[in-house]
């Protein structure tokens, strides 16, 4: 099984501050890396797919990149509706697991 | 639009059976995958398993694997989570979710699932 890591578990922000969050995996998955953004009592959703591309609708301030082992999701510019857990999640082996989340506040 | 629409919250004992459902509208229900995620209380998401609804050919995660079954009726456009013998462990948040290209595009809205005595 494919292990995902990510850091912070944790990260209180200041809006219009940059956001940077990191995912690792155990062995190479390419780019079959996608992050979702689920804020509180919501459901999860979709925001990049495979690393670096831009799922439609979501604000252009949310970027990705990476591949291999080493993805990162970045916020620019930080707006306080972007107060939510950020998982990231493979695809390229069964079973599709998901990392265990980080949690952006806002100060 | 396309939605996934999940069945009401249900309260159980220990023991107990359980069938959650989510039907899919707004597309072609049986192009896509439709996988089930756990989420429990406070806790990350975590995958189960995955239906093809064209043939009702499914996986499983190995830590689910055996303890619950997933199925499909196309003719309905429903994929449905089921227990035979539910645990006090089960009780969490379960998503349906939407594989397209790799991705998982369209959640449901979820449902709480409490076993309790």
């Known amino acids: 099984e494919i292990v995902l890591t990510q850091s912070p578990d944790f990260q209180s922000v200041t809006p219009k501050e940059k956001v940077t969050i990191t995912c690792r995996a155990s062995?190479?998955?390419?780019?079959?890396l996608h992050w979702y953004q689920q804020k509180p009592d919501q459901s999860p959703k979709l925001l990049i797919k495979?690393?670096?591309q831009s799922f439609s609708g979501v604000p252009s301030r949310f970027s990705g990149s990476g591949s291999g082992t080493d993805f990162t999701l970045t916020i620019n510019s930080l707006e306080a509706e972007d107060a939510a857990t950020y998982y990231c999640?493979?695809?390229?082996?069964?079973?599709?697991?998901f990392g265990p989340g980080t949690k952006v506040d806002i100060k | 639009e396309v939605q996934l629409v999940q069945s009401g919250a249900e309260v159980k004992k220990p023991g107990e059976s359980l069938r959650i459902s989510c039907k899919g509208s707004?597309?072609?229900?049986?192009?896509?995958?439709i996988y089930w995620v756990r989420q429990m209380p406070g806790k990350g998401l975590e995958w189960m398993g995955r239906?093809?609804?064209?043939?009702?050919?499914?996986n499983y995660s190995p830590s689910f694997q055996g303890h619950v079954t997933i199925s499909a009726d196309r003719s309905i456009s429903t994929a449905y989570l089921q227990w035979s013998s539910l645990k006090a462990s089960d009780t969490a948040i379960y998503y349906c979710a939407r594989l397209v290209s790799g991705t998982l595009d369209v959640w449901g809205q979820g449902t709480t699932v409490t076993v309790s005595s």
């Open positions: 062995q190479s998955i390419g780019s079959s």
């Open positions: 707004g597309y072609t229900f049986v192009s896509s995958w």
């Open positions: 999640h493979q695809s390229s082996d069964l079973p599709f697991t």
């Open positions: 495979y690393a670096s």
């Open positions: 239906i093809d609804p064209r043939g009702s050919y499914s």
